[in-house]
């Protein structure tokens, strides 16, 4: 399947998951746990969309990856 993610020029791997993804904290019975969410989209349309709303769009490219 392919999918489409927005990636920023220039930066390394680390640097591309820190800027583009979400933390969000999941909770369980007694414990909270932290984990990182990525945005990837199915469309490269609304790829482009979604980076339509981004400020420096001339940062960011698309790309895309088969999983």
């Not at 007694?30 to 609304?46: A, L, N, P, R, T």
């Amino acid at each position: 399947m392919k999918i489409y993610l927005i990636k920023y020029k220039g930066a390394n791997w680390w640097g591309n998951f820190v800027t583009l993804s979400s933390k969000i904290t999941i909770k369980y019975e007694k414990e909270e746990k932290i984990s990182w969410v990525g945005k990837y989209f199915f469309k490269k349309k609304d790829a482009k969309l979604y980076l339509k709303t981004f400020e420096y769009v001339d940062n960011y490219e698309i790309i895309s990856c088969e999983v």
